[in-house]
């Protein structure tokens, strides 16, 4: 039997964690968004009020469920505030090590039935839930968002060989309650849908080494052959090369191979054109132009 989540903690106020409390908060949950970074909670509701003006402009929703989900929003620097949550999601850097601290306070925090969940991409939840108690690992599990999580539907759901099955259907309907659609997916490296991207995003950059196509033309085919609202080059600048290089590099170290990343991308990251974040990319600005 499932139980009602009405109380949710994100920790990390970056692009994945903001949006994830503000989908949250737009169904109506009480949501804290903590991170130790001032400057990231201090311009939460700023950024997330640019998304929510976009969405009322678009007539996504109306403007009194923006002044709603603001309202449903608040931020801290300290962990101990999760202490009445009833579910708690980390979205902080893709780091085991940095993962497991966390975890290992929210397990000493939060109460006995908190389900805790990761927003990873790509680490084994299982091996993630070593950082746990014995009675917390039933409640702890993966929830993958998709970016922008404002616009994107999907969600992985990752229960662990520990994870208790109303713990994990509880997920599921808050996933859906908050306007998602989650799936199951079994405990493996990269999950289901990093593994098709990055095998994607591997031969796309393949292709621009080999003077094939250049990134732009590449774009174009995947949006308008393939029917993707992104291309992989767009995708790459808008999530950070970096983090492309550091998935693929988890990736390969788990299926060999298949995942090593190509010399042009590291070349791009060594050289700093990191994507849209500091302005330099596959694209010159780290942004596509619009044709």
Wanted: hydrophobic share 40%; proline share 3%; with cysteine.
């Amino acid at each position: 039997m499932t139980r009602e989540i009405s109380k949710v903690g994100v920790v990390g106020a970056g692009m994945m964690g903001s949006e994830i409390g503000l989908v949250s908060a737009l169904a109506g949950r009480n949501v804290i968004v903590q991170d130790t970074d001032e400057a990231a909670t201090g311009s939460l509701h700023e950024r997330m009020g640019k998304i929510l003006d976009k969405g009322v402009e678009r007539g996504f929703y109306e403007a009194v469920q923006r002044d709603t989900a603001l309202a449903n929003l608040a931020t801290t620097a300290s962990l101990d505030d999760f202490n009445d949550r009833d579910m708690v999601i980390e979205a902080a850097v893709e780091d085991a090590g940095v993962k497991g601290t966390i975890f290992r306070q929210l397990d000493a925090l939060c109460r006995p039935d908190c389900i805790v969940t990761s927003n990873t991409s790509t680490i084994s939840i299982l091996s993630l839930s070593a950082n746990f108690s014995a009675e917390r690992r039933g409640r702890f599990m993966g929830t993958h968002f998709f970016s922008p999580v404002s616009r994107m539907k999907l969600v992985e759901v990752i229960p662990q060989r520990e994870t208790d099955e109303a713990d994990f259907e509880t997920a599921m309907a808050f996933c859906r309650a908050i306007g998602k659609e989650p799936i199951k997916i079994k405990d493996v490296v990269g999950f289901a849908v990093n593994r098709v991207l990055h095998a994607l995003l591997i031969e796309a950059v393949r292709l621009v080494e080999e003077g094939v196509a250049t990134p732009e033309d590449v774009d174009t085919a995947c949006r308008l052959g393939l029917g993707h609202p992104i291309g992989p080059f767009q995708l790459m600048d808008l999530t950070k090369n970096s983090l492309s290089l550091k998935v693929q590099g988890i990736l390969e170290d788990a299926y060999g191979p298949r995942f090593h990343s190509r010399p042009l991308l590291r070349q791009m990251v060594d050289a700093g054109h990191d994507g849209r974040y500091v302005g330099s990319g596959w694209y010159e600005d780290g942004t596509a132009k619009k044709k």
